[in-house]
């Protein structure tokens, strides 16, 4: 399998710039052969200004960017496309568009098939996996499913939050949102922390960045993994 | 219009039991007339648990509790209740088994026309209202749609969260995600902090309880409301 992917917890990291905290992974990842990344920013409701601010930062890593909006056909957009990079913003109404257009099941192709490197952050890292039920957002718009593009046989959380022992807040802790989640299904879910990155190379899954990542599986105890942590077995497991 | 809610923003406030802060509240609500409460524990995964829980405060309250899984046909009873209370947990799990279970039209009819009382708790207060566009609970199975029981013409976000000025965590505010809901639809969202409620009677509403509610009115600043506000507006707005 040829799937190349960097899938980010966040595009922004306290106390820095837009990407800044992945800009030597992602110059990394889509490397010299790529000139023109095409940009998907419908999880934003202005996907103008959004792209500016994605061409703005790849332009300095060396890459052009084209949003899909601009073209005239978004599924030929794809098809034409070197690299791929979904933004962060609502789960919902990115997931909802990509449906709308009818690019999911194009850029799966592109990606599993085709070896087009895929780049997610945020809600962008969301799609890229089995379903959004893992999402922390609100569910602003109606999707026609939860079902994602499924570029890899498990659920992200990304933003993951550990609970503020200070906190007199009562909803649920994000541990114990999974938890529900996991009485549904037994999906994995891998807790990304804002900091961390999923890179996946073929059949190979490696944890990256600054900060560590937890894995929830139903019915057994958390795991805690550090940056280099090799991540391959959840490519392979059903779960 | 007979109607009649009690739409509480959480189900146990900081430092005190199941429902202790708004036990006063509930008591007056129902008042001596209601001797049964029908309890819907589909948000929760255990609901025997659930409906053991509520049935054990609602008894120190002088009320007896049917669980609404126990009995034969859901529909009957919803058609048979003199009281209505839809407990917290997931809107997602909760919304899906209401539809499963095919209750919506009937509880709206039963609250709308023959004045039954209505009392919901974080996930059942967004059950209550047009939408579940604006829980904060992980989508962690699909329902057949997010429109919901409709007992009120506007959006609450219960739970509802100040942002902390001292976080460093870049996921998105409460404000901002009910900002995103905004852009794409005009309901009003009213945002209930934990520790208040929305009585609803007939045409009137007022805001109980000890904490502060924030109205979110599409291209407004927000609002804020004491506990003692008469919201009744609200009802009239067709946002």
Redesign the interface.
Known sequence: MKRRLLLVS??????SGYLDHCQQQIAQFFGKDVKRVLFVPYAL?DRDAYTKTARNKFKTLGYEVDGIHEAADPVEAVRKAEGIFIGG??T??LLKSLYDNKVVSEIRKRVLEDGVPYMGSSAGTNVATIS???????????PP??GAIGLVPFNINP?Y?DPDPNS?????TREQ??T??H???DTNVLGLR?GCMLLVEGNKATLLGSTKARLFTRGKTCVEYDPGSDLSFLLTDAH
């Not at 959004?132 to 109606?142: E, G, L």
């Not at 007199?168 to 649920?172: K, N, V």
């Open positions: 966040n595009s922004t990291l306290h106390g409701h913003g609502n919902f109404r959004i039920s893992t999402t922390n957002d609100m569910p602003i718009v109606y499913t939860f933003h939050l007199r807040h009562m909803g649920e949102r999974i529900q989640y009485e549904e299904t804002e």
